[in-house]
Nanobody, 123 residues
C-alpha cells in the first residue's frame, strides 16, 4: 500500500526557512489524477491546508501562506517537498503530508497520510 513519510529538522530559528520532504512508497507521485499535499496543525488549533502539487506538477497554494511557501517534487526520488520562508513561532506545528486521487485543497478526504512531524520555531 502507499505509505508517506515526512522528514526534516524539528527545530528552526525565526526568520529562517523550514524545509520538509515527504517520501512516497508503494505508488508513484506521477500517477495520473493524484495530488500530494502539505497540511499543518498548530498546538491547540485545527488543521490548516498549506499547498498541493498534482501528478502533472501543477501547484496550488493557501492564499494566506502563498507568499512564503513553495511546494516542489523530485520524481526520480518519488518525493515532494515544502519550503516555508521567514518562519515565526506561529509556524510551530505538526506538519503532515497526504495524498490521493483527485484534487483537494482542504484538510480532509485524503487516502494516504504521513504520521506527521513536529516542527518548532524558536531561537
Amino acid at each position: 500500500q502507499v505509505q508517506l513519510q515526512e522528514s526534516g529538522p524539528g527545530l528552526v530559528k525565526p526568520s529562517q526557512t523550514l524545509s520538509l520532504t515527504c517520501a512516497v512508497s508503494g505508488g508513484s507521485i506521477t500517477t495520473s489524477g493524484y495530488s500530494w499535499t502539505w497540511i499543518r496543525q498548530p498546538p491547540g488549533k485545527g488543521r490548516e491546508w498549506i499547498a498541493v502539487i498534482r501528478y502533472d506538477g501543477s501547484t496550488y497554494y493557501n492564499p494566506s501562506l502563498k507568499s512564503r511557501t513553495s511546494i516542489s517534487r523530485d520524481t526520480s526520488k518519488n518525493q515532494f517537498s515544502l519550503q516555508l520562508n521567514s518562519v515565526t513561532p506561529e509556524d510551530t506545528a505538526v506538519y503532515y503530508c497526504a495524498g490521493g486521487p483527485g484534487l483537494r485543497v482542504g484538510v480532509q478526504g485524503y487516502d494516504y497520510w504521513g504520521q506527521g512531524t513536529q516542527v518548532t520555531v524558536s531561537s
